[in-house]
Structures are given as structure tokens and as C-alpha cells.
């Protein structure tokens, strides 16, 4: 349980070289939640950061078997006279480990907990031939290479950053962290650490655009930026690109390792405005070389056309797939039904092969039978100009069984907006069906790795029911 540091890192090598299993643990979860992972995990030893003494406290206090603490960061030596060891002791008495422990490349490597937004957290298993092959297949995508300057933005805890934890190791690339998601140290490092690539939610960087202090940066050589999670906007993309960053969008889940596909401007785009490029940047692209194979299939598991217009389930097969959830038979039965993965993502393929997310299939909008995808109304919002970030949830009616419901973050700066004037900004760009026919204006709820939890606003929504009339 650790922020982006050279510790962290490291633990990616010296626990499976060891023979062990990684588990990493997202820093912003409650201690009942954190005592359940290492409980299910049947973790036996906890490398920390003192910054999380007060959640490791009161995690360890919840435990019946507690795991050793090893702690490190300033304050470890305090933290270790109440429960634990320090790192440094710890490595002090530990014998010098070799990597004869790797037996067979199917053997886990790691152990990643999905988020738990509709229930208990599953352990996603990851095995050593899946990290491998993702790894390598992320230093062609991303284009790594012996001189790259990996800043590290993305949480190493999520996905263990998404396999770049590995991939800039293996081009022999220079790893940078930086412990807090935060605008001016993001900028700083891109300025005077001469970055090549960083990977982050797009939530960070329409936080970074909306700095005061990043209308004026403008590097010197460009920067490859990695997203994934929405859609980009126009806006978003013309501001990067004005600064020398360059989008790729990605598409992934835990149980793939992260990233699967890939979509960024190619030869064959020319020049297109950014409107133009926003509209391909959409689409989720091509699987990379070494990523598992990708069909979208329809209710009866054939495999539907390449037309952009037929929408099916996004189902995954190959080596790069989780070896099931650790301890859950029935869930991994169910995920691999079919002998392929369901990811429970909505979409369409088109002619060149590229596929463009339309949905989540829990985020459908079912109005009076009409199919209504909650990020296309999202991409909408986040063209006016005062919008910082929006998310759109089914919300019950009386006549059409559910309508769109918005939620929305305003830029600290804009000038007031009301619900009448982005209802009219979308009535001059969607259909009247999918419109939104409530804006609430609110910080929207999101989690570690910027991951909008919709479950929330669900909550929210399901107790503002409109009348027929409305």
C-alpha cells in the first residue's frame, strides 16, 4: 500500500522474483474494505508507506491474523515502534534472493482487486505469460524506448499501471514519480525531468488544462499522453495539443491487464481539425500485437459485422487474460462463459477494424425502447465551455420507464451556468430523446485512478422520478 516511488517499483520485481505474489491495494480504500482484501488475499506480509499509518492502524486492528508491516517513508521509524519493521531493517537481515523461483510462466504474478462498485472486490490473478506478453505489447504501442522518460501519473496500484511498471523496464526507459495527482508538479516534471510519456484518466487532464498556469506551457519536444476511461473532447485535444502533448486512446480492464486496444493519429489522417480528430480519437482502436484476440458478438455469440453501426458485447480470448478471480469459481465460470471473457462493454466495429465503444451495459439508457448511450450525452456536455466534467445515469419516468440524467462538475473559473442553458446546448446537438431531462449541478464522485463511480449517481437518480408531463 504505496503512492508512485521507487519502493513501489521495486516491489513489482523483488516480490515475484521471490516467488511471491504482488497485491497491490488502492490507497483511498476503507479500512473495512483494505481488512477484506488482505483477509481474501491471505496476504502475509504488508509493505507500507508511513503517509498510511491511520488506515494500516485501523485495518490491522480489524484482522485476526494480521500480516508482518514493513514500513518505509519518513515516519517509518515511529511507525515501526508501534507495529512492524522498517524497510531498511527488514532488507538488513534478508538474504540475497535469486529468481530461481519462477518455475512456469502460467505461475501468478500478482493479485489486482476490481473496485467492488456492485459488490465484494474480486482478486483478479494475473499469471507471469500474460504481464509478459501485455508488458512487451505496451512498448510497442506506447512506443517506448531506451531513452524514454516515463512520468508517473497513472497509480502503479491500478492494473500495476496498466503493465508499465514493466513495459519502461523493458525498452530501458527512466521511470518518474511524482506521489500526488497534481497539476503543477505534473507540469513541473514535464518541463525540467525532460518526460517522453505519461498515462493517466482523462479527469486529470481536463484538470491540468484547466490550470491557470497551463495556458502558457509549451514544450520542447512532444509527449505522448495515454488515456483511457471516455472519450476525449475537441476541447481537451486542441489544449494538449497546443502544448506538444499528443493522445492515444486506450480501452482495458483489470482482468486484461489493462490496455487491450489502441487508436492514435496515423499517417493516413492528414491534416484534420480537432473537431474532426476528436471524432476518430472516440473510437477505441485495434488490439496491440500481443493482446488478446477481440470480437463483438450478439445476444447469440456470433460475431457481428464490421458495419460502425451494429452494436454487440465485446468479448476477449487469448494470453493476455486474467487466470480467473482468486477464490470464486462461480464469477470466473461466469466471466468465461462461452470459453471467451464478457467485458459487459457495448459496441461497434468498423470497416478498418476498429471498434468504438457506444456503452457500459449497466450504463444503457432504455427510453420508451429506444437505446440511448450515456457517453455520447457525456461528450456533449463536455463541449461547452464551462463544463469541467459531466456523467450521465439512467433516471426513472413514469411514461418512458427511464430517462438521461446529467451530472455535472463546472470549472472553478466559469461563469454561472444554469440547468436551462446546457439543456439548450443540447437540444442544438442531440436528438430530443436523448436528452438530458435533469442537470445537477455537483462534484462528481470518482476514485483513485479517476474512474467516475456512477453507482453513486445512480443512487442519486433513482429517487428524482419525473412525472409524464415532463
Known sequence: MAPNSAEMLAAHYAVPMVGGVLNTLNVRLDAETLAYILEHSESSVL???????EAVTATVRRLQAAPQVIWFGAGAAEAAGHTGITLDDFLAGAPRAAAHSIQDEWQPI???YTSGTTGRPKGVVYHHRGAFLNALGNVLTMGFRGDTRYLWVL?????????HTWAVTAAGGTHICVERTDPAAIMDALVHQRVTHLCCAPVVLYMLINDPVFAALRLQAPVVVGTGGASPSSKLISALESAGLR???????????????HCSPGPDWGEIS??????????????HVLAS????????????PYD????????????????GYYRDGPATEKAFEDSVFHTGDLAVRHENGEIEIRDRAKDLIISGGEN????????????????????????????WGEVPCAFVELRPEAAPTSEEELIAHCRQRLAGFKRPKRIIFQSVPRTATGKIQKFLLRKVASELTLGRGE
Open 47 to 53: 509493505i507500507t508507506h508511513a503517509n498510511y499509518r
Open 110 to 112: 500478482c493479485l489486482n
Open 155 to 163: 497509480p502503479m496500484f491500478h492494473c500495476n499501471g496498466w503493465t
Open 247 to 261: 493522445l492515444i486512446h486506450l480501452y482495458g480492464l483489470t482482468e486484461s491487464y489493462g490496455p487491450a486496444t
Open 274 to 287: 480537432p473537431r474532426e480528430k476528436s471524432v476518430r480519437l472516440a473510437r477505441h482502436g485495434v488490439p
Open 293 to 304: 484476440d477481440l470480437k463483438i458478438v450478439g445476444r447469440d455469440g456470433a460475431e457481428l
Open 308 to 323: 460502425g453501426e451494429s452494436v454487440g458485447e465485446i468479448v476477449l480470448h487469448g494470453n493476455t487474460l486474467m487466470a
Open 372 to 399: 440511448i448511450a450515456s457517453v455520447e450525452i457525456e461528450h456533449v456536455l463536455h463541449e461547452h465551455p464551462a463544463v469541467l466534467l459531466a456523467a450521465v445515469v439512467a433516471m426513472p419516468h413514469d411514461k
